[in-house]
């Protein structure tokens, strides 16, 4: 069965651009069939991308890109920083390339991949991601273990999801790993979080030794 998060799609490809404004500026993007929201931005990535905090010097995991629009966004925002998108599905991942180039964004680099597993000795200020749901409890619940590796003590992770497809039970699962995620935004029937690593004690008591 072809879905979105095939390594790859089944559907015939059919590139088109779409636009749209984000953070104050109309973006055009490159997307195909195939593709997540391939026809146009989806309401829950808009809400993600209207609410994460990005600080120029960042440096931030796209997992799970499509093709582009948080990780690129993100990038136009940490522009002393850099950006990993990272994705399974290879269409996905050639877009998310072709629209860095398109776009001028050279603080970015693409990677295909299961999870976490292309960036996986990295360290990251922020990880954001609009997660594969249809996926299924079971990789939602390894890709949480596995941003919470990859990002460092302190650093903050921004994820969404519809209120009726279980954003509410998705907060709950990071909550068992991260502690407390709070909600940053909601609109359109989306509910949009932040939760930070905790501060690692006995890291922070070894560096004042
Ligand atoms: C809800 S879509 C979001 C796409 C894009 N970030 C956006 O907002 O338009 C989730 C994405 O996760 C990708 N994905 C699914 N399972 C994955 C996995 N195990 N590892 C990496 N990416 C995965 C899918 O291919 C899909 O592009």
Same mark, same amino acid.
Do not use: F, L, V
């Given at each position: 069965m072809d879905h979105y998060f095939s390594r790859q799609p089944a559907a015939p490809s059919r590139p088109r651009q779409i636009q749209t404004r984000l953070r104050g500026k109309v973006w055009t993007f490159l997307t195909d069939r195939g593709v997540f929201a391939h026809a146009g931005i989806d309401p829950g990535t808009r809400l993600l991308v209207e609410s994460m905090r990005i600080e120029p010097s960042d440096h931030v995991l796209d997992l *799970?890109? *499509?093709? *582009?629009p948080i990780g690129l966004v993100a990038a136009y925002l940490a522009g002393e920083g850099h950006v990993a998108l990272v994705d399974v599905n290879e269409r996905a991942v050639n877009l998310a390339a072709q629209n860095a180039r398109r776009l001028g964004l050279h603080n970015v680099e693409v990677l295909q991949g299961d999870g976490t597993q292309p960036v996986a000795d990295w360290s990251f200020d922020v990880v954001v991601t609009n997660p594969p749901?249809?996926?299924g409890k079971a990789t939602l619940r390894r890709l949480i273990r596995e941003v919470h590796t990859v990002l460092r003590p302190g650093g903050r992770f921004y994820f969404v999801a519809r209120t009726a497809q279980g954003a509410r039970t998705l907060a709950k699962d990071v909550e068992a790993v991260f502690g407390p995620a709070r909600e940053v935004a909601q609109a359109d029937g989306y509910r949009a979080y932040e939760a930070i690593r905790k501060e690692d004690p006995a890291g922070v008591r070894a560096s004042r030794v």
């Open positions: *799970g890109c *499509g093709y *582009g749901i249809r996926a």
